[in-house]
Structures are given as structure tokens and as C-alpha cells.
């Protein structure tokens, strides 16, 4: 483990990675699993090794709001700042494909931010990226319109998958973008009309999202 945690996480100190190695809990994770949902105790940070997990919130009817992924050499910025506080997770997140991770005993994180540099700039720099991210995610239900707002969640789409062709249904999208499958699939119509897209069952080719 030592070799794939220096291969990914080069930053931090050899005695931070023989910690790691030392306490945490290796796991293989299939696709659509939930790792974190609200209300329930975090009773450790997952620190992801490969694969991508999604981040969201969802309401009393089920409807989601769309936070970030995270992807291989990334944490949950939500998990990390319930380190020190009441442990309580307000998000859910779940599984995209198969994840390798790691899990991190929540006592660890406190002491690792007082005794290694590289986890204190680690954790600030996530607070940063994923505050910066959120920030966008509000800047675009406030103030694009759903045609902005689906072209953009194709890109971010696309890239956690690192492929020109998403595995997604029309109606997990909507629920992402909190509007109906019908306004998608329209939407979607629409963008391929165009050439930007390419439709088949459950699954979009990205062709040109600059089209």
C-alpha cells in the first residue's frame, strides 16, 4: 500500500504515509453504493484511491441537488470539516463505478492537522477547490438558464468519467439539475439537433460541446 499511497498522494511526508498505511481500512466499493447519508454519524473519512464518488443533497421528495464528485487523490471536504465538529453528515454521497478506498479513523484528522504540513495544506486546499466549486454550482442555478445548466453538467459528467460517453439516464440528470426528465429529454433532443451530442439507451456521446 505504501507504494500506491506515495504513487498518489506524492505531498505528504514518508511518516504521514506509514500512518495512513498503518490505520486505515482498505476497501473495494461497487458502483451505486451509498457511503455517506444525512443524519447519519461519519465514523470515518473516506480518502479516495480510484473511482468517483458523487456528493449531493436531497429534500423530503427525493430531489437532488448536485455538489461535486470526488476522484482518485481526493477527500470529502463535507467529511473533513465534520472532523471536529458534531460528526453528523448533512450529504450523501455515492458511488459512480468501482472505488478503491481508504478509510481514515476521524480521530486521526485533527492530530494529522497539528503534526504534518502536508495534511494541513491538504485539507485546506480542499476546503478551497470544493468551496470554489460550490460556489459555481450557485452561480449557475442562480443565474443560467437550464439550456447553460445542462451543457455545463455534461462537461463535469464527462469529465469524472474521463470519457466522451456518459453512462446516464435522462431522469438521473433531471434529478441532478432538480427539474423534470421531460425537460431534459427535450433539452437533450435539442443539443443533438445541433451535433453536439450523440443519444442512445442510457448513455450520451459527447460529439462537440462547443457546437
Not at 101 to 122: G, Q, T, V
Request: charged content about 25%.
Amino acid at each position: 500500500m505504501i507504494e500506491e499511497l506515495r504513487r498518489i498522494f506524492s505531498q505528504f511526508e514518508p511518516e504521514l504515509l506509514q500512518e495512513i498505511s498503518s490505520v486505515a481500512i482498505l476497501e473495494e466499493v461497487p458502483a451505486n453504493t451509498l457511503l455517506m447519508d444525512v443524519g447519519l454519524p461519519i465514523r470515518s473519512m473516506p480518502l479516495i484511491l480510484s473511482g468517483n464518488v458523487k456528493i449531493f443533497r436531497e429534500d423530503e421528495d427525493g430531489r437532488e441537488l448536485f455538489l461535486y464528485y470526488i476522484e482518485g487523490g481526493e477527500a470529502c471536504a463535507l467529511s473533513l470539516i465534520c472532523s471536529g465538529r458534531e460528526r453528523i453528515s448533512k450529504i450523501k454521497a455515492i458511488t459512480m463505478d468501482q472505488v478503491r478506498l481508504l478509510r481514515i479513523p476521524m480521530d486521526k484528522m485533527d492530530e494529522w492537522m497539528r503534526r504534518y504540513s502536508s495534511w494541513y495544506l491538504f485539507v485546506l486546499e480542499t476546503y478551497q477547490f470544493r468551496l470554489e466549486g460550490m460556489l459555481h454550482t450557485i452561480d449557475q442555478i442562480a443565474f443560467k438558464n437550464m439550456d447553460e445548466r445542462l451543457l455545463n453538467h455534461l462537461r463535469v459528467l464527462s469529465e469524472a468519467a474521463n470519457s466522451y460517453v456518459i453512462e446516464a439516464t435522462h431522469r438521473s440528470i433531471a434529478s441532478e439539475l432538480g427539474t423534470s426528465r421531460e425537460v431534459i429529454s427535450r433539452l437533450l433532443k435539442r443539443l443533438e439537433h445541433r451535433g453536439v451530442i450523440a443519444l442512445s439507451r442510457n448513455h450520451i456521446k459527447i460529439i462537440d460541446l462547443f457546437a
